[in-house]
């Protein structure tokens, strides 16, 4: 069910049509709050909806004042999931307010829903670039996840808003001396995941992680790899065309490798209704239904 939901957001937001999407996106979320997928396309939904204005809604202070104050109550009593739909209520009026933004993320904090903690505070600097306190708990974040790289760079924007913090000083020391004593010893896989920490956004990336391992027959690494550039696009929001290029791969990759029906027929589907011409899915789709009337792989 969450999956037809995501896919009627994702062709709703597409079409423009950002209410609708909005929607289906929030019931993702409320139902799987641990998935960056939809964390991510509910984020870059609204974004779109009020053309990126950092405000959001006229009056969405005003309008969502009980919602941030109940948000704050929910985080007292450490209700850490009411934490999360209640700011989904107030990120639809304005996904840039801050404080909620930074509840939220905390609340992700506490459930290790890690990916999705780095969405939420990715979002509270879009809204406000010059604030170093969210920065600062971003690389904190990042380096409990062990990317360190994408954690330095936002150490070093931290002094440069206050070049004599302490902290950023001592974390960009000990985390660059722990990479520069390791990058002699990283293989190719380990040196493309440094880059992705970097750039999170950037597909490709994960497209030559994938290739490398489909290379090394690796598969179970391919599939985790392709789940990751979804993730990526979503939250981007930046590409349709990238996102369909991700699942597009996804799609090929359980139909050809993982022969997995099911899968296959998830991104393809999904893909086709983004673009029902792109690429062979059309053909694809057709062979995937035949094979399950079949019964066989």
């Known amino acids: 069910m969450l999956q037809q939901y995501f896919e009627h957001g994702s062709r709703s937001s597409a079409q423009g049509n950002f209410d609708y999407a909005d929607r289906m996106f929030t019931q993702c979320v409320v139902d799987d709050p641990s998935n960056p997928i939809y964390v991510g396309s509910f984020i870059g939904n609204l974004h779109k909806k009020y053309n990126n204005n950092k405000t959001g809604a006229k009056l969405a202070s005003v309008r969502g004042a009980a919602i941030k104050t109940s948000v704050k109550n929910s985080a007292r009593k450490k209700d850490w999931k009411v934490v999360i739909t209640g700011g989904l209520e107030m990120l639809t009026l304005n996904p840039w307010e801050v404080s909620v933004l930074w509840e939220m993320a905390n609340a992700c904090e506490q459930l290790r829903f890690d990916e999705c903690q780095v969405i939420y505070l990715s979002s509270a600097i879009d809204a406000d670039m010059r604030e170093p306190e969210a920065i600062r708990r971003l690389a904190r974040a990042l380096a409990r996840q062990g990317k ?8 070093t924007r931290v002094l440069q808003a206050k070049p004599n913090d302490e902290e950023a000083q ?5 985390h660059a001396e722990g990479e520069g004593s390791a990058r002699a010893l990283t293989s190719p896989e380990q040196q493309l995941e440094r880059k992705i920490a970097k750039e999170p956004v950037n597909l490709w990336l994960y497209f030559e992680l994938a290739d490398l391992y489909l290379h090394q027959e690796r598969f179970e690494k391919v599939g985790s790899v392709l789940e990751r550039a979804l993730a990526a696009s979503g939250a981007s929001q930046r590409d349709p065309e990238m996102l369909k290029q991700a699942l597009y791969r996804a ?19 999904t893909l086709a209704r983004l673009e029902f011409g792109y690429k062979d899915v059309s053909e694809r789709l057709e062979k995937l239904r035949k094979r399950r009337e079949n019964g066989r792989m």
């Not at 001592?170 to 000990?174: A, Q």
């Not at 799609?251 to 589907?269: S, W």
Request: net charge negative.
């Open 170 to 174: 001592r974390e960009i020391s000990f």
């Open 148 to 155: 360190y790289d994408w954690a330095i760079g936002c150490w």
């Open 251 to 269: 799609g090929v990759f359980a139909m050809d490798q993982l022969i997995d029906i099911e899968k296959a027929e998830r991104y393809l589907t």
